[in-house]
């Protein structure tokens, strides 16, 4: 075909005229404008381009009588030269035949595709057809459009109709694809009126009769009832969220090659708006190879979810387009003025207020239809945190379904799924199972208004992380509270549990009462400060100094006290709880034994800190120990509390003096930490 | 002389240990033994007390609320917490509520005879760990009152020796005072925690707009 289109373009007249040289004069034949217009179809009248044909034929006999002379304005200058005429060769074919040559190859070549991919499809078929009719126009345009001055005016005449009954044809086809795609509207066979009435529109512009323009106006009436198809297959597709964003766009991109085509090329002529058209109508049938190209893709529903994010964008970017054209539109009718310069007040009204508008647009669209995570922090963290997992798993679905607004509730997904990821071309989105929930599959995004997109699973990325992260701290939190309780039962049997069993098994029931009290004021101490793994040495300090003066005053024996130098304020080394228990058992034992057996006036208590270790000494004035070898209860005691800690315990006769006892023990400072500077 | 007093206490073995000692004391008064504060109140609105011993926490309420209630109605009465698993910031709590000491149960009967008697004779008993709380208090509430609830630097000293573990005549020897300046101090720094505390009723109750009648008048 496009063998044949070159081989016929070869066959006509050519001049070897300079570059961008305008003939003005051939042989005797002065040319008009008209003679040199790219598209005889925007004359308008059949008499007017029956005219034209004549004069093609007349220019066309001339330029093969050799040699001619022909006269050319060059850079406003007239030259006059007697030239040869032959042939055009190959290379003076201009880059505009080619490129409607290609333009009609490529629409082919992807229609075939389509067609050969699903062939059974009736939406595929006009596809097809569309794509078929391309060349159909473009190529006999080719040849006529890029004659040099003129060709064989028959000739003229039938690529101009082969051009017109191509251009109806695929506005027939166009009408076919949006009745058909994505739902048939009606049976195919009904296309067969539309094809019978343009058929007729054709037959007419064949024969050059009826009205001016049929071709102009049915094509655009084409349009305007393949719009209306759109439409209504639009409404139709309302709970078809797949459908939809095909459709959306399928008439997007439509719309985009048609009336960019239409709108730039066609219609300014033939509203009269203009004498030309804003793009040579060469390039401009290339707006149909983007369009078949996006419809192809659309036809395939390769991944419509993607472009569905996109047409938005384009949508938007057209309507700017519609805008500023028809801004153009408005000011050339109003100032009559030069196109160029109302263009260019048209793109400054679009800057103020179009952009402006787009954003606002822009804004108002996407914000409302893709999901976000903001506001919702509050009800992870409550999902997160749930008292059970079926508790879990409900505020995780309405969490989900305030997010997604799926048109069914979240339902729980069967196969694993590690990571969020579409399905079904993004009818549904997969969930991943998070801490130990099932994974969700959520269908219909926004009650079926649309369909999942990339950002909703970068949404679903978010939202699955920020509940890994709360049920994790959840879990560690869960974790601590397990670990403190063990604590605390471990602390109960060592230190209140041992006390008790010591009083309930000790035969001596002054010590049973010791013992008993020992283990209230430890309870009490639990209770007071929990049950810390550490004390300051400060506070204990004193609290065992008030303790211990007061029962020795009961029992009219006085106490003098010498602590380790603390800095004033300051609360002291900090030490585990088991050698701050050791220490007060140790000093209580003491204590009681001088109140129970030494019969003194006066006790020494010193405690001392070294580096480490603390020492400990009590010293009475009393009657001494008795006959060595019956050591008391209480004094093994403190020799057993004194090992269990790794410590020294020495009992014996007071240093210095022939009279009382004297108590010593040395217990080593482990896992001390730093002094707690007190507030 | 005390005459009646009033017992409040939930165990009856408690209760009557500590009768005994009161008895034994205070040469055979007139002794109340109520189990619940609501017996208590009871007694509270028919008879006069010039001492009450209080348990905290019972099985209908709060010890406090007695507190309360006697300090508003009987301000002649001695009120003493008696406890024994009570946390610090409960006996402070009782004592910013009108209790002029508190004895601990689980001491021995010879300590809480001690301890009593000196209650008895107006020294009012403060252990390290309650002064230590006193000074937490009024370092996080003090600022915002007035002056008649804020420590004096003197009363604070002392409360810094007692909270180290010295006695009253240790504090007295250390600070070069006698030991009933001490003793006044220590008194002084009860009543300015039960101003705080009535003090801070007062803030919140204007807070919550229930004294603007009075400003209005």
Excluded at chain 1, 16 to 38: F, K, R
Excluded at chain 1, 290 to 295: A, D, K, P, R, S
Excluded at chain 1, 550 to 562: I, K, M, N, P, Y
Excluded at chain 2, 154 to 178: D, N, Y
Aim: aromatic share 6%; proline share 5%.
């Amino acid at each position: 075909m496009a063998f044949l289109t070159a081989l016929v373009a070869l066959r006509q007249p050519y001049l070897d005229l300079p570059p961008g040289a305008v003939p003005v004069q051939v042989a005797d034949i002065p040319l008009t404008e008209t003679d040199l217009i790219q598209e005889p179809d925007q004359l308008g009248n059949y008499d007017v381009i029956r005219a034209f044909h004549a004069r093609q034929d007349v220019l066309a006999d001339a330029l093969r009588v050799d040699p001619v002379t022909v006269t050319y304005r060059l850079d406003s200058v007239e030259h006059t030269e007697t030239l040869s005429p032959h042939n055009r060769h190959m290379g003076d074919l201009p880059f505009a035949f080619w490129f409607q040559i290609g333009v009609g190859m490529v629409s082919l070549c992807i229609g075939g595709w389509v067609l050969g991919l699903r062939r059974e499809d009736w939406g595929a078929r006009m596809f097809a057809l569309t794509a078929l009719m391309v060349p159909v126009f473009t190529m006999p345009a080719a040849i006529y459009s890029t004659r040099q001055i003129a060709i064989d005016g028959d000739l003229f005449r039938l690529l101009s109709s082969l051009n017109g009954v191509g251009a109806l044809a695929f506005g027939v086809a166009l009408i076919g694809l949006f009745s058909q795609y994505p739902k048939p509207l009606f049976r195919p066979r009904w296309l067969l009126i539309p094809a019978a009435i343009y058929g007729a529109v054709a037959v007419m512009h064949i024969l050059q009769s009826g009205p001016d323009n049929a071709v102009g106006f049915g094509t655009l009436s084409q349009m305007a009832l393949a719009l209306v198809l759109g439409v209504v297959q639009w409404i139709l597709s309302r709970r078809e969220p797949l459908n939809r964003a095909g459709l959306r766009w399928f008439i997007l991109i439509s719309l985009l090659g048609c009336s960019l085509f239409i709108g730039l090329s066609a219609a300014p002529v033939i509203l009269g708006l203009s004498e030309d058209g804003l793009i040579p109508q060469g390039y401009a049938f290339a707006f149909f190879n983007i369009m078949h190209i996006g419809l192809a893709l659309g036809v395939l529903r390769y991944k419509v979810f993607n472009l569905d994010r996109w047409s938005y964008y384009i949508w938007l970017w057209l309507s700017g387009m519609v805008l500023i054209l028809v801004l153009d539109v408005v000011l050339i009718r109003l100032l009559q003025s030069q196109p160029w310069v109302s263009l260019g007040a048209a793109l400054l009204i679009a800057g103020f207020v179009y952009f402006p508008l787009r954003q606002l647009l822009l804004r108002l669209l996407m914000q409302r239809r893709s999901a976000t995570l903001s506001g919702r922090m509050a009800q992870i963290v409550n999902c997160a945190l749930a008292p059970s997992q079926r508790e879990q798993a409900d505020r995780w679905d309405v969490l989900l379904n305030d997010i997604y607004q799926p048109l069914a509730p979240p339902e729980r997904c069967v196969d694993p799924v590690d990571a969020p990821r579409l399905a079904e071309s993004g009818l549904s989105l997969l969930i991943p199972g998070v801490d130990g929930l099932d994974p969700r599959r959520l269908r219909y995004a926004q009650k079926g208004r649309r369909l999942f997109t990339p950002s909703d699973l970068e949404v679903a990325a978010n939202l699955v992380q920020m509940h890994d992260l709360a049920a994790e701290s959840r879990h560690s939190y869960e974790r601590g509270v397990i670990l403190e309780r063990d604590r605390i039962s471990r602390d109960i049997h060592d230190n209140i549990g041992a006390q008790l069993l010591s009083a309930l098994h000790s035969p001596e029931p002054q010590r049973k009462d010791d013992l008993l009290r020992d283990s209230l004021n430890d309870l009490r101490a639990i209770i007071n400060d929990g049950f810390q793994a550490e004390y300051a040495l400060g506070p204990v300090l004193a609290d065992l100094r008030t303790e211990t003066t007061r029962r020795l005053e009961a029992g009219d024996v006085r106490c003098s006290w010498t602590g380790p130098d603390l800095p004033d304020g300051e609360d002291g080394p900090v030490l585990p709880f088991e050698l701050i228990n050791g220490l007060r058992s140790i000093l209580r034992e003491a204590v009681s034994n001088v109140l129970r057996h030494a019969n003194a006036r006066h006790t020494d208590i010193a405690i001392s800190l070294g580096a480490q270790s603390i020492d400990l000494r009590v010293a009475d004035d009393g009657c001494g120990l008795p006959v060595i070898g019956q050591i008391g209860n209480g004094t093994s005691n403190i020799a057993e509390r004194a090992a269990a800690l790794d410590g020294q315990a020495m009992i014996g006769r007071r240093s210095g003096t022939a009279i009382g006892t004297q108590v010593t023990v040395t217990l080593p400072i482990r896992l001390m930490t730093l002094p707690k500077v007190a507030e | 002389m005390i005459e009646r007093v009033l017992i409040l206490e939930d165990i009856r073995q408690s209760r009557e240990f500590l009768a005994a000692i009161v008895a034994r004391i205070l040469n055979a008064p007139e002794i109340a033994k109520e189990a619940t504060l609501r017996g208590a109140e009871h007694a509270c609105g028919r008879y006069r007390f010039d001492l009450a011993l209080v348990d905290l926490s019972l099985p209908d309420g709060d010890g406090t609320t007695l507190l309360r209630k006697l300090t508003a109605e009987q301000p002649d009465c001695i009120c003493v917490v008696t406890t024994v698993m009570a946390t610090d910031s409960t006996i402070v709590g009782a004592l910013a509520a009108g209790a002029q000491g508190y004895l601990l149960k689980s001491d021995p009967e010879q300590l809480l005879e001690h301890h009593l008697r000196l209650l008895m004779d107006g020294v009012p008993p403060l252990s390290p760990q309650i002064a230590r709380r006193i000074m937490q208090h009024f370092q996080l509430t003090g600022p915002t009152h007035e002056a008649t609830s804020t420590l004096t630097k003197r009363e604070t000293e002392v409360l810094r020796l007692i909270a180290r573990g010295l006695r009253v005549a240790e504090a007295a020897e250390a600070l070069g005072l006698a030991e009933s300046t001490v003793i006044t101090h220590i008194k002084a720094v009860y009543r300015k925690l039960e101003i705080s505390n009535r003090a801070e009723a007062a803030l919140h109750a204007s807070r919550l707009g229930l004294l603007s009648g009075d400003s209005a008048d």
